[in-house]
C-alpha cells in the first residue's frame, strides 16, 4: 500500500481526533505547514484514497450546511499509522525561497545579496512572531508541539541572526572596497 507524506499528515490529524477536510487544512495551516505544507488540492484526493484503502472513513456531518464530512481513521488506519512512526525518516526537505533566491544570486551586486538577505532574515522574524503566537495559545500542550515549536522558533532565529551577520560582512567588505 503506498501512501504519501501527505496521506500520514492527514493519518497523523485524524489519529487526535476526528475532523473534516476543512479543519485538516486549517490545522495544517498552523502547524506543519512551517515544515511540511500541504494544500486542498492534496489533502482532499488523499481522503479520498486513504478512504478507498480502508484507512480512513467519512460521514456526512449533519451539523455542516456544506455537507461536509467527518474522516476519522479505521483500525487499518490505526495500524498504518503506527507502522510509519516506527519507521526511520526517508525525507528531509527544507523549502526556503530566500535561500534560492540567494543561491541563484550568483552575479548580484553586494547590496542586492544584502537585500535577499534582509528579506529572508526578515521572513524569519516573521515565521519567529507567528510560532511564538501559536505557542502562547497553546499554553501547556503536548510535549510533541512544545519541541517543535521550539525547533522553528529557535531555527528561525538562528536563520535571521546568520542573515544579519552576512549582511554586516558584506557591508564591511563594501566599506573596505570603497576605501580602497
Given at each position: 500500500?503506498?501512501?504519501?507524506?501527505?496521506g500520514?499528515?492527514?493519518?497523523?490529524?485524524?489519529?487526535?481526533?476526528?475532523?473534516?477536510?476543512?479543519e485538516?487544512?486549517?490545522l495544517?495551516?498552523?502547524s506543519?505547514?512551517?515544515?511540511?505544507?500541504a494544500?486542498?488540492?492534496?489533502?482532499?484526493?488523499e481522503?479520498?484514497?486513504?478512504?478507498?484503502?480502508r484507512l480512513?472513513?467519512?460521514?456526512?456531518?449533519?451539523?455542516?450546511?456544506?455537507?461536509?464530512?467527518v474522516?476519522?481513521?479505521?483500525?487499518?488506519?490505526?495500524?498504518?499509522l503506527?507502522?510509519?512512526?516506527q519507521?526511520?525518516?526517508?525525507?528531509?526537505?527544507?523549502?526556503?525561497?530566500?535561500l534560492?533566491?540567494?543561491?541563484l544570486?550568483?552575479?548580484?551586486?553586494p547590496?542586492?545579496?544584502?537585500?535577499?538577505l534582509?528579506?529572508?532574515?526578515?521572513?524569519?522574524?516573521?515565521?519567529v512572531a507567528?510560532?511564538?503566537?501559536?505557542?502562547e495559545e497553546?499554553?501547556?500542550?503536548?510535549a510533541s508541539?512544545?519541541?517543535?515549536l521550539?525547533?522553528?522558533?529557535?531555527m528561525?532565529?538562528?536563520?535571521?541572526?546568520?542573515?544579519?551577520?552576512r549582511?554586516?560582512?558584506?557591508?564591511g567588505?563594501?566599506?573596505?572596497k570603497?576605501a580602497?
Amino acid at each position: 500500500m503506498e501512501i504519501s507524506p501527505t496521506g500520514y499528515v492527514v493519518l497523523g490529524i485524524l489519529n487526535w481526533q476526528p475532523r473534516t477536510g476543512y479543519e485538516i487544512k486549517q490545522l495544517v495551516d498552523r502547524s506543519t505547514r512551517f515544515f511540511w505544507a500541504a494544500s486542498y488540492g492534496q489533502i482532499y484526493p488523499e481522503l479520498k484514497r486513504l478512504s478507498d484503502q480502508r484507512l480512513v472513513s467519512g460521514k456526512a456531518d449533519l451539523k455542516s450546511a456544506r455537507g461536509r464530512k467527518v474522516y476519522r481513521l479505521t483500525p487499518k488506519g490505526h495500524r498504518e499509522l503506527d507502522r510509519w512512526m516506527q519507521r526511520p525518516p526517508e525525507t528531509f526537505e527544507m523549502r526556503n525561497e530566500g535561500l534560492l533566491k540567494l543561491f541563484l544570486a550568483t552575479g548580484d551586486s553586494p547590496e542586492e545579496i544584502a537585500r535577499h538577505l534582509g528579506e529572508m532574515g526578515g521572513n524569519a522574524d516573521d515565521v519567529v512572531a507567528r510560532l511564538r503566537e501559536i505557542r502562547e495559545e497553546l499554553g501547556a500542550e503536548q510535549a510533541s508541539d512544545q519541541l517543535c515549536l521550539r525547533f522553528g522558533i529557535e531555527m528561525n532565529e538562528w536563520i535571521a541572526g546568520w542573515c544579519q551577520r552576512r549582511q554586516r560582512e558584506l557591508a564591511g567588505a563594501d566599506t573596505k572596497k570603497r576605501a580602497a
